[in-house]
DNA sequence: GTTAGCACTCGACCTTTGAGAGTGCTAACA
DNA sequence: TGTTAGCACTCTCAAAGGTCGAGTGCTAAC
């Protein structure tokens, strides 16, 4: 048995009724929709066919049919159109992102709550990925007798901070020395490349030891792996909206993975492509045995880019999803790259 | 009618079985507790009394009784003890805390997580307020050609920074001489009065109007309000355990004051008290309308200090929560104010 | 190839019923 | 006078049974 346009229609059909109700598709509700010209019984044959090969399946007996994995796998790569946004969505938007600001953990901020509130769905929106970024500089601002606030610049205009200790007697104005020579050492290496620079530093400069260890320490740290970019989630209770979450252990244990970096950044992770949906049983997570995950990239300049997920049921409208994060992965790009409007 | 000792007696013991078990404590259940001498129909007199005074109430006519917001309020104010914590329960605390940093984020985080996590309620932390505090530095950083993040250290050696725009054509020298030169004429004063040195600064250097009006505005935004501390929360996924909200809907509004800082910060105010607890209905909210708060202040040098909370269901443990907000109050100053260990 | 008709299935919802927990009241007891 | 045993009563909860309606698969006719 073949799939033809016939059933091709008719699943869609299915999979449209199925994600606005969440209530199993009978035969009847899809011969009543316009330009569907078939009576009950027909399609009944055709769901049949549908289920036989994999695309549709009964909760039981006498209810109507629900679209499996493998038809939402169809409909995204196949069936899916693109939607436009309405100026009422883009302009919701806007206005979560249209305080003026660089800062990348309040853009990230925003950016998941207008995620999460224009698709009612949950956002999570990781910083700009600093692998295989270059440094432009480096410089230490004194904080108190024995610390001082590590500031490390990127090529794209990013920037990380971290306090660090100094060592007792090392001043101000040491301190800004100090922060020259390094810019200029480190000016234009990558996270790599300044490891290497920082011991031919450290000998030249004989003393400064413990405190060039400690500016190691935070450019692995900060610019190494992506332990330490910011992970921000939006609109945890969106989900609790929906029947698939009216159970409330359900519900918990789905929050609870939402609280766990170490669960939660994996979903982001596993693609490279511009988008990448992940339907059901594919996350391989009991927890989210029935969500999707629709992940998106977003760039900064040249070699930076940062990863925004929308988590949902896995009948989600995945058009509406696609098209909210494309727009809102141009507005990142601009906000952090300092496009002014 | 008046309270008795015995009275007292038999509350505390209702009181401590509905905060374990969630469920109406009825009079055979009070009377075979280990120190209670009397029959279940003696108790129930006893409890009859008490509904009458207004610290218990009946789900239904044959059901036990459960505490009222009176009770929780009398066995806060006189009923409750302090508790030791176990040495597991520092571990834990410890656990969560031992990386060693003064990042104000990264020590709110943790201690938020630590606190859900000890005592399975739902934590909140906020920075620390910034409104009387004094300014020790500040500093620009050349960050792209039209804009620098500007440090601001205050005087118990906190940090808060921010990306402004820069106008073209002020090189890193400049900044660094401007910084300067903000630095000696700002030491020591406080955000009013930094107001009115930088108006005077701005006349003084003619130029750089516009650089100084965004560092106001930065002053003004960081050090300024509450508006700008940082607020997180931890645990949100702990109070679906608890059988009072085993109603999605319920929940879900729960979770969504959570996500609102507008209404979430008003919880950690309102007390200048070391410990403050507020019941029920007495928060004046109706998603928390069985649900308790417990906030605490914590304390960074002289004149700053921030906030913490616990939310759980009004028969939370109050005994326990002191203890724990208690110990962390001073594991946050230590950690905050660069002790050592 | 399409459709009408029909018997069949199964969950949703309602009602009934019985068990269990807990109460209040009364009368007896120390 | 305070305490307690006894008992009738109330109310929730869970299980059991019954009805309704939506939806199916199959067959036969168009």
Chains 1, 2 share one sequence.
Not at 44 to 51: F, I, P, Q, T, V
Not at 64 to 86: C, Q
Not at 167 to 179: I, K, M, T
Request: proline share 4%; charged share 25%.
């Amino acid at each position: 048995m073949k799939m033809d346009d016939r059933k091709f229609m008719i699943l869609q059909a299915i999979i449209d009724d199925y994600i606005m109700t969440a209530v199993p598709v009978g035969s009847r509700t899809i011969s009543r929709k316009q330009g569907v010209g078939f009576s009950p019984a027909t399609i009944r044959n055709e769901m049949s066919d549908l289920e036989e090969l994999g695309y549709l399946a009964q909760p039981h007996t006498s209810a109507g049919r629900i679209p499996s994995a493998k038809a939402y796998r169809l409909y995204v790569d196949r069936l899916m159109k693109m939607v436009d946004l309405s100026a009422e969505e883009t302009g919701r938007i806007q206005d979560h992102l249209n305080k003026r600001t660089a800062q990348v953990e309040e853009v990230i901020r925003q950016a998941a709550q207008a995620l999460s509130d224009v698709t009612h769905y949950t956002a999570v929106v990781s910083g700009p990925q600093m692998a295989g970024v270059s440094i432009k500089r480096v410089q230490m601002v004194p904080v108190t007798e024995t610390s001082a606030l590590l500031v490390i610049v990127t090529g794209a205009g990013l920037v990380r901070e971290r306090v660090i200790q100094v060592p007792e007697g090392v001043g101000p104005d040491q301190l800004y020395g100090l922060s020259k020579v390094l810019t200029e050492r480190l000016a234009g290496c990558s996270p790599q490349e300044a490891r290497e620079q920082l011991t031919n530093v450290t000998a030249d400069l004989g003393e400064h030891r413990q405190l060039m260890a400690s500016v190691l320490g935070v450019i692995d740290s900060q610019l190494g792996g992506d332990e330490n970019v910011p992970l921000v989630v939006g609109g945890r209770s969106n989900l609790l909206h929906y029947p698939e979450y009216s159970d409330v252990e359900k519900a918990r244990s789905f929050l609870a993975v939402l609280e766990s970096r170490e669960k939660l950044a994996p979903l982001l992770k596993g693609s490279d492509l511009e988008f990448t949906v992940r339907i059901g049983p594919e996350i391989n997570m009991p927890e989210f045995s029935d969500c999707s995950v629709v992940t998106a990239t977003y760039h900064v300049g040249e070699n930076t880019s940062g990863t925004m997920g929308i988590i949902g049921p896995t009948r989600m409208d995945y058009a509406r999803v696609v098209s909210v994060m494309n727009y809102m992965g141009r507005a990142i790009s601009d906000l952090l790259s300092g496009v002014k409007e």
